[in-house]
Every structure is written in C-alpha cells, then in structure tokens.
C-alpha cells in the first residue's frame, strides 16, 4: 500500500498521545521523588503548587497547568499563533522513564577506579551513590587530569542544543568553572549545524551568514516572484529555535501562500513544506550530493544564453573571470552545462535550463537549507548558490538573492525595536555573530573532529588556513549534548569513547551518551528552575520569564547548582557565582535591558514588575518590516563593503588559492565526494536520507511519550519508495534492516511516493540501542542512522561534518526480534 508523508497544519494537537505513563511516572515521583535543596535558595523564587505558569523552551512559549504540584498540561502562549504539536512531548519530558533520578556511577569505574572496564559501558551497570561522592569523584579527576596530563587532558568542548535560558547555559557554565578554577582542558570550535557553511561564508560574504537576518517576509510576500526551497524543509524546522521560537516563519509562508506564486521546492523528498504550498509547489527530485552540478548547469544556461547579469558582476563580486574558464570548460575541457549536469543530477537537461529562464525571469529568492553543506565537499554548495545568485543580479534588491536561514530559527520574521538581554560567560572571547562559540581553552579542535581527536593524538590536521596537532585528552565532560545522536559512524565513535579514562555527563535523560559514562550527574530539566530568555532568534519582540514549573524532582539539581559545588571542591565558588543568587543573576540581566531601554526613550517595567507579568513585548518596526539583506552595500559598495579582503562578494579567493588544499579550489567546483547515488561502482544502492525529524530537536523529545505518534514497530520510520520496496519483498510497516561496511540499524517501514526511488528517509536524532554494547558494530535495535554515516572532514577547510553523505542498503528483518530498550531506565537508577 502507498501513501504520503502526512502533513498536519502547524499548531494542530497531535494525536494517540498516551497519558497512561504520564500518569504512573508522576505518581511514582510524588512517592519517591526528594526535593533537592538549592544552593541559590535564599534567592530562589518556587514553583507555584497550583495554578498556570508561563514559561518558555526551544519549542515555543507555552502555559503550564500545575495541580498540586504536579505539572498535567500544556498548551501554546496566547500571543504564539502557530504553537508546536511538540510541546505534549515537552510536558512528558519531566516525567518520562528516561529520566536520571540521582548520582549514579559506572560499578566498573567505582570499584576499580579509572579507565576500568571500558568495554562494559552502555551495559547500564551503575551504582547509586550520593551527591557528595559523585562530585568528590569528579573534583579529584580534574585534580588527577592537571598533575598528570596537563592543561589539556580534559576536553570540555561540549557540544548540544542544550536548554535556552541566559543563566542555566549548562556549557558556558562547564566552561566557567573549569575557568575560575584553573583546571586547563581542550575546547572545541564551530557546530554540527552549519560546520561547513559557517567557515566558507566568511571567505566569500565576509559573515557567517548562516545565523544572521534574511530579508523579511513582508519584503518576499511583496516584491519575490519565485521563492525557492533547496534542501530545506521550514515548516519542520521553524518549530524550533535556539532561544524561544515565536514562529514567524510560519506567518510569513502563510502569507506568502495567500499569494499563489510559485514555490520550488528542490529536494529528493516530497516534504511538508511542499504540502503545504499545496498546487503552487513544485517539486524537483535530483540525485542527492549533485547539487553544485546542477546549479554549475544553471549557471551555464545563464551565461551562454546571456541571462546573467554582467554589471552586478563587474562592480559587486571578485573573482567571475577566473571561474568563467571552469563554468565554461576552456580550463578542463569539460563545460558544466545542462546536459553535463543532466548526467550528474538525474534531472533533465531542459529542466535545468528552464529554471535558469525562470530564475532569471523575475525576482527570485534562493533560499537554501543546511543539509546541502552537511555533506562530503558541502563546503561548495553555499558557494556555489551564492554565485548563482550572483549571476542573477538581485542580490540586495527586494526578494531576490539568497538566504541561508529561512528555515532556522524562523528567519525573516521582522525585528522588533526592543533590548538584548546577556547572559552567563564562560570567560572567553565570543565569535561575532555566534555569542555561543568561543574560543576559550589551552587548546581547540573543530568540533566534528572529535573521535580523530581521539585516535590519533598528535597527529596534525588542517582547519581554514591553519595546521594544528590534536591533543592527547583522556577525561570529558559533557553537558546539554548527546554526542552518540549527533556525531557520525557510530561504531567508529563507540571504539574511540574506550580511550576516555573518565567520562562525566550531566543530564536529565539517560541518553545513549549517559549510559556510555563513568559519572552521571541528574540535572534537572529547564521547567525545575528559573530563568529568561529573548522570544524570537531573529525578531527579538519579547522577553519572557522561564519560570519553574515544577520543583525538581528525585535529586535533580540545576546546572548553576552543581557547577558551583564543583568550584566550592577546587576553591573557586565565590569566582564562579559572584556570590549573587539565581534571581539576582535575572535581575542583572534584565538590568542591562533596562539600561538599554532607557537609552532608546522606551523604559520597561522594573525586574519585579517584568516577572509578575512574565513577558516583556515590544513593537515590531517598519524598518524590520521592510529589511533587505544587503540594501546597503548594493546602494554603495565602497562605504559599506563587505567583510572578505576585497570588501566584494568572492567567487573567487586568493586567501583559499594560498592554502592549497586539494578538496577545496578557490572558486566554486564539482567534486565527486566519498560516495554517492549514480556513482560509478558504489558499493551500496541506496542513498539514506537524514533529514531533521518534524516531532523532535535531534534526538531531544526521542525519550518521551511524542515518540508513540511517529515510531513504526517501536522502530524509528525508514521512508522507502514503493518500487524500492517492492523489489526487496518490503511491505508498509515491516521491521528492516538497513546496513552499509559502517554499520546496521533496525527501522520501521513507510512504503510512500513522497521519496524518489534510490533514496531512503531515516531521520537523525534516533536514540543508538546496541544489541550488545560491549561488542562495536552491534545491531542498532532502534534506529540510530549515524550507525551509518562516514565520520569525515568535509574538507581540511571547515572540517565539517558529512552526515548527509550516506550509501546503504536495507531488507526485511526476518530474525527474532530484539527488545527496544534505550527507552527505559537502568536498572538501578
């Protein structure tokens, strides 16, 4: 039977959430959960017994209905029109059976010390211990770590969504307290996100692009004739954001919508987005990885049918003669036009020529997903769609160009005129653009090189210019993360977490991460505690007051908390808390926003007044209204110059010709990356699609009762086409086995027409559920796709990470089935 990827309106309740484990988890909390006590407490402010809360997450801002202490419901803010379904799983999070409830260490580890055993971790083995002994452990490591190893022998470069909020910034304050504690260790740079992009897009646009302002909404719904959609599917992703998403992104596709003119959607899946364009979507399935060949196609139809805009070139961009010769083929004999790309992406030439035509033929907006730079060579792909919009000419006009983050963190709603709030520092020096990368630490690694880190101490690596020698780490400490979600090659990862003498988590979830520990820390969640946050990445409209829910429940303690009583260990307490209270650190924040305020002659409520209203709202501007990205340096390129060296947008860079890497040439190439669909000789079929699910954050809200709407068998989906599955003897619904030379996962058939053949959809964020943990390259019970994936450097440029470049096979499982049990709590915690 076939059927298509269901699309639910955005705001809509999800359905077949089961309330029976809500229901027996809290009871059993109430009975058996400890209060834990703060040490912030004389300034703490309690959670409310009864009654509604406001409060806020990555989801949106939400009210919480609280009896008798007790959370038991949740619903969207009010002034949130477009609240996620995702918000019930939110609720569960609290209560769920993959909660940590108190200090627990790894028996191994405890009974024979460090570096014990290494092999049994993820058996769930752990001792029960209390908050005392573990943080006297854990103090004694980073003692241990410094005499023996030297200031490098910890790696804190801990990665992961994390919970928004200005205090409780679990990783800043890692960083903190190793800081103000004089405990050396190695941190990391950059993100699992936009690895590639965010290193290449300062070599061309002189920015990271990827997290700034696209041009509003408003402007696309007035002035953009054709809006495309490549590799990015917003309606699943402007769910979330990094701090409270207010979802405008969604008010801007509605309107948008309202206005019947095309949206392209270029993407090997049928997505949602597309769905909800409804007849004025079209949708265009190449191969996956052949996107710079298609767009080299597109580009040569504009050139050789003088579609191109050649004064934008002239007097905007550095460097179009010297890729003409490659675009052309006079450099390589080979021109990269429509047929040529026609080979490469599986989409017919005249396809592509037409969309050069059309493209040229109005205002168009180019706007790009991240899944194109997380792939092998991603660095090019971005580059490449900037030269296309280049060529077009209508960069800095209304509606045209390119935008990187329309999907993200609902990009191009309008800015409010409104205060910024800071935040919590870990004492090193923030990158412009990106306040949450910093560059703190007695050494740093890009942050996807982890397990090569971890291999090959030592060794030398090449990251943007630079040539640097991984460190000889054996202790990490990880906070607001689940590394076996995010990083690639899974078993690869497994047999290199084994050099860690000591690996410390702190969480509120016995993650796969957790269960590959030493110590695990319970943390609380973000609604057992308070804090403030900005409401919209890109809009800033309002400030909200997180505010607790509920009190902690077993011996959860906040991540201020427990840090500080880690400093108290090493003698640093009254440096990491400044001696001010969780309110009084608010209050300092807000205090800034009250100073800044002022400045602009529009003063806000006093902090006591902002916290009984929990909310702070100000006015969305004209000027935010009417953005356009780039306005100014196309008005005058020569006073307001981009930030690369020749102050142009560069198709071409001198700085990347003088690095010389072999994988990344100065101008926008094709390369065949590791392994693709239409490869010659590939040695799997299928290409495996890891898209971002549309019912969590990466593996965020996988442990709780949401999992029950989407989950096939128990299994994490595996969207398969009907011919695809025909062929091997697949029905809708059936157990699968997916495998390539990486590794083997276990997943639930959705035989549907929304994949285009040679393509499979397993989406990231799966929890990894070895049969047997002990034995690397077990079978995933669950549905982990990075079992599957190459843990390799998308080039020595950025040295992203390639979780999109995957080959594979699948079969129906036919073994006795194994047990998901990533899901519930180990047995003796």
């Given at each position: ?98 909660r ?8 191994a ?84 996100s ?31 004739d ?8 917003p ?17 801007g ?41 298609m ?111 329309y ?48 291999e ?147 003063p ?47 198709i ?34 299928l ?26 068998a128990?299994?994490?989906p595996?969207?398969?086409h009907?011919d ?68 390799l ?37």
């Amino acid at each position: 039977m076939t059927k298509t990827v269901p699309a639910r309106p955005a705001g809509s309740p999800a359905t077949g959430l089961t309330r029976r484990r809500f229901l027996e988890t809290t009871a059993a909390a109430s009975v058996l959960g400890a209060v834990s006590p703060s040490i912030l407490a004389p300034g703490a402010a309690h959670a409310q017994a009864s009654g509604e809360v406001l409060s806020g997450c990555h989801w949106g801002a939400f009210q919480a209905t609280v009896e008798d202490g007790r959370w038991t419901a949740v619903r969207g803010w009010d002034q949130d029109a477009y609240p996620s379904h995702q918000l019930q799983g939110v609720l569960d999070s609290v209560y769920s059976p993959t909660r940590i409830k108190y200090p627990m260490v790894r028996r191994a580890y405890l009974e024979n010390g460090p570096g014990s055993d290494v092999e049994s971790r993820g058996m769930d083995d752990f001792v029960r211990v209390t908050w005392d002994e573990a943080l006297d452990l854990v103090a004694a490591e980073f003692k241990r770590m410094g005499e023996t190893y030297g200031p490098t022998g910890v790696y804190a470069g801990s990665y992961g969504w994390k919970s928004p909020g200005k205090l409780h910034n679990c990783q800043s304050l890692l960083r903190r307290m190793l800081n103000v504690s004089g405990v050396g260790y190695v941190n990391s740079s950059g993100d699992y996100s936009t690895g590639a992009s965010q290193i290449i897009m300062p070599h061309v646009m002189g920015t990271l692009e990827v997290y700034e302002q696209q041009t509003a909404w408003p402007v696309l719904v007035e002035s953009t004739d054709t809006l495309v959609f490549w590799g990015a599917d917003p309606m699943v992703t402007n769910q979330i954001g990094w701090v409270i998403p207010d979802h405008g992104g969604f008010e801007g596709m509605q309107a948008f919508k309202d206005t019947g003119k095309p949206v392209i959607f270029i993407d090997p899946v049928r997505t949602e987005s597309h769905d909800f364009f409804g007849e004025q979507a079209e949708w265009i399935a190449p191969r996956p990885q052949s996107d710079v060949a298609m767009m080299l196609g597109i580009a040569h139809t504009l050139y050789t049918e003088d579609l191109h805009d050649q004064q934008f070139l002239d007097e905007y961009t550095f460097g179009f003669d010297r890729f003409l010769p490659y675009l052309t083929g006079e450099s390589d004999g080979t021109p990269k036009d429509a047929d040529w790309a026609a080979e490469i992406s599986g989409i017919d030439a005249e396809t592509i020529r037409g969309l050069a035509r059309r493209f040229a033929d109005g205002t168009t907006m180019l706007a790009s997903g991240w899944s194109l730079q997380r792939q092998h060579l991603g660095e090019q792909r971005h580059w490449m769609l900037v030269t296309l919009a280049s060529m077009l000419g209508q960069i800095g006009l209304p509606g045209g160009g390119f935008g990187l983050s329309y999907h993200y963190s609902n990009g191009g709603s309008p800015s409010a005129d409104g205060p910024v709030l800071p935040g919590i520092t870990d004492g090193g020096k923030a990158v412009e653009g990106a306040a949450w990368l910093t560059a703190s630490g007695a050494a740093s690694i890009p942050l996807a090189r982890l397990v090569d880190m971890l291999e090959n101490p030592g060794a030398e690596f090449d990251f943007n210019g630079k040539r640097d020698t991984y460190p000889d780490v054996h202790m990490t400490y990880w906070v607001g993360g689940n590394p076996m979600a995010h990083h690639q090659d899974r078993n690869r990862m497994v047999a290199a977490w084994r050099k860690f003498e000591t690996v410390v988590v702190q969480d509120f979830q016995w993650t796969a991460t957790a269960r590959h520990a030493d110590i695990v820390l319970p943390a609380t969640t973000s609604y057992e505690r308070n804090d403030v946050e900005q409401y919209g990445d890109y809009s800033l409209k309002a400030v909200v007051a997180m505010k607790k829910v509920v009190e902690p429940l077993y011996e959860a303690r906040n991540d201020m908390d427990i840090f500080a009583e880690l400093a108290d260990r090493m003698g640093a307490k009254e440096a990491f808390t400044e001696g001010k209270s969780e309110m009084e650190w608010l209050e300092e924040f807000y205090s800034s926003a009250e100073d800044q305020a002022q400045a602009l002659g529009n003063p806000i409520p006093d902090f006591d007044g902002f916290w009984e209203e929990g909310y702070l709202e100000f006015p969305v501007s004209e000027a935010g209204r009417n953005y356009v990205r780039y306005a100014d340096f196309r008005e005058d390129p020569l006073l307001e110059p981009l930030g690369t060296p020749t102050g142009l947008i560069e198709i071409y860079s001198v700085n990347i010709e003088k690095m010389g890497y072999d994988d990344c040439p100065p101008h926008p190439t094709w390369m065949e990356p590791l392994e693709r669909l239409g490869m010659p000789n590939a040695e799997y079929p299928l290409h495996v699609a890891t898209s971002h699910p549309r019912s969590r954050l990466h593996s965020q809200l996988c442990g709780t009762a949401l999992r029950e709407t989407y989950a096939v068998a128990g299994r994490e989906p595996c969207l398969i086409h009907p011919d695809d599955a025909g062929a091997r003897g697949i029905a809708d619904g059936d157990v699968v086995r997916v495998f390539n030379g990486r590794g083997q996962m276990l997943a639930g058939a959705v035989l549907t027409d929304a994949i285009m053949p040679g393509v499979i959809r397993v989406n990231e964020g799966g929890w990894f559920d070895p049969v047997d943990p002990e034995t690397v390259g077990s079978l995933c019970k669950y549905g982990d796709v990075n079992t599957l994936s190459p843990d390799l450097g998308t080039s020595k440029l950025a040295q992203g990470n390639c979780g999109h470049t995957v080959l594979a096979d699948v079969e129906k499982f036919t073994g006795d089935l194994p047990e998901v049990t990533v899901f519930n709590t180990p047995a003796n915690g």
